[in-house]
């Protein structure tokens, strides 16, 4: 029934027949010169101009086999409208069955096989079982069935939450800590000077990196104890230094504790051993720096 009429629509539409042997000449003509030309595209315009007539078969691989299928397939329709138009006596049948013996021949055999209209079905058929589907018992069911997995899952991260807070709690309780206190600062706040450097000289010779730690700890608490430094443990050494200027120091002092800084982040980031007697001198200069300190404030 379909290709009965798009063969009557053939039949009524007026092809450029008068352009038949130009047509054949510029196809002849790109399959010596440029046959790359003769692509999809180039029949595509082809096809357009023919009123839709298809002419590109599937089994046609190179070029000059699309060249001869279209040139046949353009003489075989201006052929048999020519014939119709000469003998309307010799056409008892209907336009259709008529139409419907060109095109059953073998140069027509692909002419039904569209793609568009294969793309087209697919499409329509997918869209009536998926419209069956959701109108279906199942497809509820489904529905029904997908909400209360997805609240299982948010109760069961939930409770999961919860019982993660709770064993922290139960464990900052057993360690003897208030839940909530922050040991981070205990940990981070400074001793007096002496008793920094001390444990610098314990170490000295078993942990000399350590040493230089503790130094750097003991410059840092001698310049909070004369207030040119706060207790601000995030800022980084260099920026405590460029605080120093504006906070009363000295031109001399700033450039000592720069100077003290840079040795702290060669030695105590390096990853070469740092000798016991680098850590020595460093925590010297840092106990010197400290002396002076203490005497000008005296």
């Avoid at 499409?123 to 069935?145: G, N, V």
Wanted: charged share 30%; proline share 6%.
């Amino acid at each position: 029934m379909m290709s009965g009429l798009v063969l009557l629509w053939l039949a009524a539409v007026p092809l450029p027949c008068e352009d038949l042997a130009r047509e054949a000449q510029q196809l002849t003509e790109l399959t010596s010169r440029e046959p790359e030309a003769l692509d999809d595209a180039y029949l595509e315009a082809l096809e357009s101009r023919w009123e839709g007539l298809p002419l590109r078969s599937p089994e046609d691989k190179t070029p000059e086999e699309r060249a001869r299928t279209a040139a046949r397939r353009l003489q075989g329709v201006c052929t048999q409208l020519e014939e119709a138009r000469n003998a309307p006596a010799a056409l008892p049948r209907t336009d259709g069955a008529r139409l419907q013996e060109i095109l059953s021949r073998p140069e027509f055999a692909h002419a039904r096989q569209r793609q568009g209209d294969v793309l087209q079905r697919l499409l329509t058929l997918a869209a009536a079982w998926l419209e069956d589907l959701l109108q279906t018992r199942q497809a509820q069911s489904f529905a029904t069935s997908t909400r209360t997995v997805v609240l299982g899952l948010g109760f069961a991260v939930v409770l999961f939450a919860v019982l993660r807070l709770r064993h922290w709690r139960r464990g900052a309780v057993r360690r003897g800590e208030e839940p909530g206190t922050d040991t981070r600062a205990e940990a981070l706040r400074l001793d007096l000077p002496g008793e920094h450097l001390a444990r610098a000289r314990a170490v000295m010779r078993t942990q000399p990196r350590e040493a230089i730690r503790e130094g750097l700890l003991a410059l840092l608490s001698s310049l909070e104890e004369k207030r040119l430094a706060r207790p601000d443990r995030v800022k980084t050494n260099r920026e405590l230094v460029g605080e120093l200027p504006g906070r009363g120091a000295s031109t001399q002092l700033t450039g000592e504790v720069e100077r003290l800084v840079r040795w702290y982040d060669r030695a105590f980031y390096s990853l070469e051993p740092v000798p016991p007697e680098d850590a020595s001198r460093f925590v010297d200069e840092v106990e010197r720096l400290h002396q002076g300190l203490a005497g000008a404030a005296a």
